[in-house]
């Protein structure tokens, strides 16, 4: 407010300006107790604050500006981190850029339950986020999260967040956010870095370079992989979807939820806590399957293995393994594959030692053809079907049971006598 005031010709110390906002416009303050600062190095407390809105170039739109402020305990030191968003990502990459600042890493980190780092609050046992655990462990520093509603534990990072809302932004036009944060980083070396603080009464850059840098831990000198961690469910085809790419489950778990972990080298698949499987990663539309995790009875047609399906139909003899190479000898033989597997249900239906005969026929003729090795096949069994005359008939015509002879139906003359 000063400065503002300063930029309008107005020259007020900043205590007397506090005063009078005390006097005419807060309330009766609260008591309070100061914590100690304790060791040089040790915590720097850390808390997101928001600035104003920006242009986003990418999409066009105005869009919210945070700062991720960091704040060295001891020597009041401060880092800001500007972005557009306060995820996990986001979070690490701030955390990244402030350890290359300050010149290494403290100790412990003091941050407030954001979202992104704290995913259940409580007072003493927090639930953190574990892809912010694991950046925590390969950076060497530990998570004291303060408790919520309860800014006192991090009262150093409050009053930087609102020292850069009002010094840093306010009055201040950016065209976008580099440059913002080329003006963030010169604002804490110089206006933040070089002012007298009010409560050490020594400069913070000043301070923190004799007391804090000589003890800090070493600062990282290769870029952290962010790993992606998932909950997947397994697909009918036996894959998982992870960043939009496919990767294969062992069977027998489809319909069921697995956990991934993903970085730029692999993706590891785990369930109940148990490593299932390990893949290569894969850019977003790709595929990775081992046919170890496919059923066996379609491994063959998924993977487009020609020398499996060859194999298969040798099985059935070798004239018929010959006919479907024949088959397969094609520039782009997973088109030809519908062919052997026709080849093979012909093995089915007309039994291996007839199609086996057929076939090495049609391979001394060197063709191809399926519809004429059907045909060969439907006239072989034809001709095994021989039709047998029927066998003569005796009929036995049986006497009626009531018949009489014939003579008894002859008609009589009457006899002259009788005449």
Excluded at 119 to 137: G, I, M, W
Aim: with cysteine; glycine share 8%; proline share 6%.
């Amino acid at each position: 407010m000063c400065e503002l005031l300063g930029r309008d010709g107005v020259s007020v110390p900043e205590r007397t300006l506090h005063r009078y906002v005390a006097e005419k416009f807060a309330s009766a303050p609260r008591g309070t107790v100061p914590v100690v600062d304790g060791v040089p190095g040790r915590e720097v407390q850390i808390d997101f604050g928001e600035l104003g809105l920006m242009v986003d170039p990418d999409s066009g739109k105005r869009r919210r500006v945070w700062a991720l402020v960091f704040t060295a305990v001891y020597s009041r030191h401060c880092f800001v981190f500007l972005s557009f968003g306060q995820t996990t990502e986001v979070v690490i990459a701030g955390c990244e850029a402030a350890w290359g600042f300050f010149g290494g890493v403290f100790a412990v980190a003091i941050p407030d339950n954001m979202s992104a780092i704290v995913t259940k609050a409580d007072a003493t046992d927090p639930v953190l986020n574990q892809t912010f655990v694991e950046y925590a462990q390969s950076r060497g520093f530990v998570i004291d999260p303060a408790r919520v509603r309860a800014p006192q534990d991090k009262g150093r990072v409050e009053r930087t967040v609102q020292f850069v809302q009002g010094s840093l932004w306010a009055g201040e036009v950016f065209t976008d956010l580099t440059t913002a944060q080329e003006a963030a980083t010169a604002w804490c070396r110089t206006r933040a870095g070089l002012r007298v603080h009010g409560t050490t009464h020594a400069q913070p850059l000043v301070m923190f370079e004799a007391d804090e840098l000589p003890v800090l831990g070493p600062a990282p000198v290769e870029v952290y992989d962010v790993p992606i961690y998932a909950s997947a469910k397994v697909a009918r085809d036996h894959h998982v979807q992870v960043a939009k790419a496919l990767y294969s489950i062992p069977g027998g778990r489809i319909g069921q939820q697995v956990d991934v972990r993903a970085d730029r080298a692999l993706v590891k698949i785990y369930q109940r806590g148990v490593l299932i499987k390990t893949h290569p990663r894969k850019a977003a539309g790709g595929r990775s399957t081992d046919p170890n995790d496919l059923p066996s009875t379609v491994t063959t047609y998924a993977m487009r293995d020609i020398n499996q399906l060859i194999t298969d139909a040798a099985t059935h003899g070798r004239a018929v393994g010959q006919l479907a190479a024949n088959v397969l000898d094609h520039p782009l033989p997973w088109t030809t594959m519908r062919r052997v597997y026709r080849l093979i249900g012909f093995c089915r239906t007309y039994g291996d030692e007839r199609v086996e005969h057929a076939c090495r026929r049609l391979v001394e003729a060197e063709s191809t053809d399926l519809n004429v090795l059907r045909r060969m096949l439907e006239r072989a069994l034809e001709a095994d079907t021989v039709t047998e005359p029927a066998p003569p008939s005796n009929v036995i015509v049986a006497t009626a049971r009531f018949a009489r002879d014939n003579a008894r139906y002859a008609a009589r003359r009457p006899s002259e006598s009788q005449s």
